[in-house]
């Protein structure tokens, strides 16, 4: 864990003085924070989900679930366990295509055991890929769930009637 980190607040993790200067230096200190005193994580996407209320059965035959990719980012892990992320990722999407995304997440997580955590949050992210924006970056808010250790967690995200599943594998510096 990070020193001086006690609690966990949804909003930007810049320290006292960079927040009373405004929301967007706030955010920056927070950002260079996670980027800083954050291990470095190599990310691995692996598998799609295609909702059946969102999809037909004969649509769904023909969308790719193997969303295979890789991606980098930091992790700060906070004194209560909480985590806030910064990381790129370029998978392949629903239509065989290109996927890229760069995200914040913020994680609540809660230990169920032997150094296992569950976890809940969101995820602030820009994706590009073929269909949605015609690559053109778009923002997005997505919900975030994961389950395992600090070193070691599968997450999984949904929007727009598709399950994303993901594992990070994090690097102590």
């Not at 991606?71 to 999407?93: A, P």
Request: aromatic share 16%.
């Amino acid at each position: 864990p990070a020193s001086g980190l006690t609690t966990s607040i949804v909003v930007p993790l810049g320290s006292p003085a960079a927040r009373e200067e405004g929301f967007w230096h706030g955010l920056w200190d927070g950002t260079k924070r996670i980027w800083n005193e954050g291990p470095q994580d190599l990310y691995l996407s692996g598998y799609y989900y295609h909702a059946p209320y969102h999809y037909s059965a004969e649509k769904r035959e023909t969308l790719n679930d193997a969303g295979w990719g890789v991606g980098y980012g930091r992790t700060l892990t906070e004194d209560n366990g909480n985590q806030r992320m910064l990381l790129g990722m370029v998978s392949r999407d629903s239509y065989r295509k290109p996927l890229y995304v760069a995200s914040y997440v913020w994680l609540a997580r809660w230990d169920v055991g032997h150094d296992v955590r569950v976890g809940a949050g969101y995820s602030a992210l820009i994706v590009s890929h073929s269909t949605a924006t015609n690559y053109w970056p778009a923002p997005y808010v997505a919900p975030v769930a994961s389950i395992g250790t600090n070193n070691a967690a599968v997450y999984g995200t949904f929007a727009r009637g598709v399950a994303w599943f993901f594992l990070k594998l994090s690097f102590d510096r």
